[in-house]
Nanobody
Framework: QLQAFGGGLVQAGGSLRLSCAASERTFSSYDMGWFRQAPGKEREFVAVVRWNGGHTYYADSVKGRFTISGDKAKSTVALQMSSLKPEDTGVYYC?????????????????????WGQGTQVTVSS
């Protein structure tokens, strides 16, 4: 239901764009997010865009460098990553949850989302 792509190897300071394809039905009424998991670490929140595109949320570590956006025409959500750092390395996962099931106080939590993509590797070299 979710397919993430666009990962790769990039030098520190570079940019990369991730995309997540969802079904039209999913995209229109779901909150969409990106999480990442570094080796040996827990999966952590990166960014979320609400179902209507009106609100976005970011982890402090990526604020000002990453931008999440939705494209209704293509039913995709993108994560534009700039000024990448080695600590941004990890597997990036796309996630979704029906907006009716989203608990806003929990929006930055892994447990807030119930649908996950397969992940795409991002490696930032120093």
């Amino acid at each position: 239901q979710l397919q993430a792509f666009g990962g790769g190897l990039v030098q520190a300071g570079g940019s990369l764009r991730l995309s997540c394809a969802a079904s039209e039905r999913t995209f229109s009424s779901y909150d969409m997010g990106w999480f990442r998991q570094a080796p040996g670490k827990e999966r952590e929140f990166v960014a979320v865009v609400r179902w209507n595109g009106g609100h976005t949320y970011y982890a402090d570590s990526v604020k000002g460098r990453f931008t999440i956006s939705g494209d209704k025409a293509k039913s995709t959500v993108a994560l534009q990553m700039s000024s990448l750092k080695p600590e941004d390395t990890g597997v990036y996962y796309c996630a979704a949850v029906n907006r009716r099931r989203m608990v806003l106080s929990n929006i930055r939590s892994v447990t807030a989302f119930d649908t996950w993509g397969q992940g795409t590797q991002v490696t930032v070299s120093s």
